[in-house]
């Protein structure tokens, strides 16, 4: 069977649509000293691609239309020139969404834990689950008997954000689109409440909420409406802004002066700046998950034709947890 690519068709005018990626045939070519030839068994969807699909770079990269699409994958080594990776290691790293791919193994990690589900690795036992333990411990270091709002409510990190949380003994306030997923927030991931950001009322039902701290996955009209909500001296972890992503969509703040008068804390973060700290996140949410405090939902899509069309229903909310597309054995 040919080997495939997504490939970015075109650069995006507004919304980005399914129409701005093409699969494509694409050579693999041959390994050289140190290479490995890797099948990916699930690659990860995340918000930030789309910055990088918009031209404005990311930890250095962009892409350009004809570029292959980039993204953390989880996958087995086919074939191995290198002296630590063998065929059928599980190994967690970069790479393009392509059905096979050659690459440096000095750039993959080898993982020692084979569990049943690899898709963990890229969800609550990966680095989405670090950058929620991060924000909340090392960031925000919310204390037990604190209030959290935390937007982004049934997203990959925001769920694992508050489940942590609820799990230090804090309340949890989250922030969902549409009256299905603030009741899985609820029912399901144990949150105190959640509230529904397009509910007419949703500005008027944070006020008097004095939460201590909001872990921020969104930005715009959502942190606006937030911000009255905060206690004095609150503490923000500020880890995505999804809703400035395309600069196309623009939200005029009415209340960001209640930083300053509130002298509320804004910390913004990159994981990568806190490795020291990435052995013990993984640590507690080893622990979380094998307790059954700590879980996470997956929208898995199937094949690489369905990634463009997965990535778009992705950014538009209509998926659940953690984004992936699973490719064929």
Same mark, same amino acid.
């Given at each position: 069977m040919a080997d495939t690519v997504v490939r970015l068709a075109r650069r995006p005018a507004g919304a980005i649509m399914p129409e701005d990626f093409v699969l494509a045939p694409v050579d693999v070519g041959p390994l050289a000293e140190g290479d490995v030839l890797v099948r990916p068994a699930f690659i990860s969807l995340d918000p930030y691609l789309s910055i990088q699909v918009y031209g404005r770079p990311v930890r250095g990269v962009a892409f350009a239309p004809g570029q292959a699409?980039?993204?953390?994958?989880?996958?087995?080594?086919?074939?191995? $020139? /290198?002296a630590s990776l063998r065929e059928g290691d599980l190994v967690l790293g970069m790479g393009p969404w392509q059905s096979r791919f050659v690459v440096a193994g000095s750039a993959l990690e080898r993982l020692e834990i084979q569990l049943d589900r690899p898709e963990l690795h890229l969800s609550v036992l990966g680095s989405s689950g670090i950058t929620?333990?991060?924000?909340? =411990?090392?960031?925000? $270091?919310?204390?037990?008997?604190? !209030?959290?709002?935390?937007?982004? &409510? !049934?997203?990959?990190?925001?769920?694992?954000?508050?489940?942590?949380?609820?799990? =230090?003994?804090?309340?949890?306030?989250?922030?969902?689109?549409?009256?299905?997923?603030?009741? =899985?927030a609820r029912e399901k991931l144990g949150f105190d409440t959640c509230l529904d950001h397009r509910d007419p009322a949703f500005a008027e039902r944070l006020r008097g909420t004095e939460a201590q701290v909001y872990f921020?996955?969104?930005?715009?009209?959502?942190?606006?409406?937030?911000?009255?909500?905060?206690?004095? =001296?609150?503490?923000? &972890?500020?880890?995505?802004?999804?809703? /400035?992503?395309? !600069? &196309? $969509?623009? /939200?005029?703040? /009415?209340?960001?002066?209640l930083l300053l008068e509130k002298a509320i804390d804004v910390k913004p973060y990159r994981v990568s700046e806190h490795a020291g700290h990435h052995a013990a996140a993984m640590a507690d949410l080893a622990a979380g998950v094998s307790a059954g405090d700590v879980m996470c939902d997956h929208t898995i899509s199937r094949g690489l034709d369905s990634a463009g069309s997965a990535f778009v229903s992705m950014l538009a909310g209509k998926s659940l947890g953690k984004s992936l597309v699973k490719l064929d054995e």
């Open positions: 699409m980039l993204s953390r994958m989880v996958g087995r080594v086919v074939e191995s $020139r /290198h929620g333990w991060l924000g909340l =411990h090392r960031i925000a $270091r919310i204390q037990p008997g604190e !209030t959290l709002i935390v937007s982004g &409510a !049934t997203g990959t990190i925001g769920s694992i954000v508050g489940q942590l949380a609820k799990r =230090h003994g804090c309340r949890v306030i989250g922030i969902a689109g549409g009256p299905q997923k603030c009741a =899985h921020e996955n969104v930005g715009g009209a959502v942190l606006d409406a937030v911000l009255p909500g905060l206690a004095e =001296h609150a503490r923000i &972890a500020l880890c995505g802004m999804v809703a /400035h992503y395309d !600069t &196309a $969509r623009e /939200h005029r703040f /009415h209340n960001l002066h």
